[in-house]
């Protein structure tokens, strides 16, 4: 729950150069845009095929009692670092709010975007983290994982196909 946290607090970074306007400074640079878009795609690839050759992997919980507990601080940083460092979400915050956000748009209002946005991101990853980590959902995520890590695969793939190629 504490690295769900630390995700959520990680969209901060992400939304504070969005909003600073690195986000159009680079949809204006046409050299820029294009180098972001084709580390995007490739990373995009490369994490597909990544997907595609992994071997078959079960989600285990048991023994994780026995397992040394990091302390929250250790949680909370992990998340953010894992979240600040994520080129999927600096390439999702910089192409949403290039698009949606404006240089005018009142400081009150990005205050209150960027509140709502760590939020949801802290509580979509609570709620993820105790699914996972329930007997009944793990029982049946394990009978297709296998199958759902190829088909995630070939999606990201053809994602990563369709942003190379894909025009201003």
């Known amino acids: 729950m504490y690295s769900a946290l630390g995700l959520g607090l990680g969209i901060l970074v992400h939304i504070t150069y969005s909003f600073v306007g690195i986000g159009f400074v680079i949809a204006k640079s046409i050299l820029l845009f294009n180098l972001i878009k084709f580390l995007g795609a490739?990373?995009?690839i490369y994490i597909g095929v990544m997907s595609l050759l992994s071997q078959s992997s079960k989600l285990e919980l048991a023994g994780a009692?026995?397992?040394?507990e990091i302390s929250k601080t250790s949680a909370i940083r992990m998340g953010f670092?894992?979240?600040?460092?994520?080129?999927?979400?600096?390439l999702f915050f910089l192409s949403l709010f290039t698009l949606v956000i404006d240089p005018s748009t009142p400081l009150f209002v990005k205050l209150i975007m960027g509140i709502e946005m760590t939020?949801?991101?802290?509580l979509w990853?609570?709620?993820?983290a105790f699914l996972v980590s329930h007997h009944f959902i793990k029982?049946?995520?394990?009978k297709i994982q296998h199958f759902s890590e190829k088909f995630?695969?070939?999606?990201?793939i053809g994602l990563g196909i369709k942003v190379a190629l894909s025009h201003r």
């Open 42 to 44: 490739g990373y995009l």
């Open 65 to 68: 009692e026995h397992r040394r």
């Open 81 to 90: 670092l894992t979240n600040v460092t994520n080129p999927k979400a600096t």
């Open 119 to 122: 939020v949801v991101t802290s």
């Open 125 to 128: 990853f609570m709620m993820v």
């Open 139 to 142: 029982s049946r995520v394990n």
């Open 152 to 156: 995630i695969g070939v999606v990201l």
